[in-house]
């Protein structure tokens, strides 16, 4: 255990001092990991407090900001985004000295949204030409539904009900 690193704190000192807050923007390239390729983790701020509970445990209370490069689900492209999150949590009064760094990489995992878009008006790409349609606007025309794909799905997927149907009437 690292005791001089900036995420390691001492169990004892949090209990004398009856809490303890620390704020410090770590360098983001050892939270690299937790980010999906291409998106990317700029920079990250945190802010630390720590309470001894009444049972020895020591909970920390924390919040985390970062700035990201992340990808547009729409149209693939980077986009630079902030987002914030809380996380709690509890160590008990065996940990001598907590690591935070499990907690600030998993709160980062869990930040990432699944679906983000870089703007909620984002374009897309085109179909056609593949081009990002909100950087430039192409002139391809969208493909024509086909008129007969809906009922090549009714041919191929008949009704369930369709055989009993059949059945009642041959034998009416
Ligand atoms: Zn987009
Ligand atoms: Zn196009």
């Known amino acids: 255990m690292e005791e001089n ?3 390691v704190f ?3 000192e ?3 001092k009856g809490g303890l807050k620390a ?3 770590p360098e983001a390239a050892q939270f690299s990991d937790a980010i999906e390729k291409p998106g990317e983790l700029k920079s990250l701020a945190l802010t630390l407090e720590f309470f001894p509970d009444e049972k020895g445990a020591i909970i920390l209370s924390g919040a985390l900001e970062a700035e990201l490069k992340l990808e547009c689900y729409r149209c693939a492209g980077l986009f630079a985004t902030r987002l914030k999150e809380n996380f709690d949590e509890v160590y008990e009064d ?3 000295y907590i690591d935070v760094r499990e907690a600030v990489r998993e709160t980062l995992v869990l930040l990432m949204p699944m679906k983000i878009l870089c703007s909620d008006a984002c374009k897309g790409c085109c179909q056609v030409c593949g081009s990002n349609r909100n950087a430039k606007t192409c002139s391809c025309q969208a493909p024509k ?3 007969f ?3 090549n ?3 191929k997927n008949p009704a369930p009900d369709t055989d009993n149907a059949r059945h009642k009437r041959s034998k009416e």
């Open 5 to 7: 690193s900036p995420f």
């Open 10 to 12: 001492s169990r004892d």
């Open 14 to 16: 949090i209990r004398e």
């Open 23 to 25: 704020v410090f923007k």
């Open 94 to 96: 065996t940990v001598e």
């Open 145 to 147: 539904q086909n008129p």
């Open 149 to 151: 794909a809906a009922l």
């Open 153 to 155: 799905v009714v041919l």
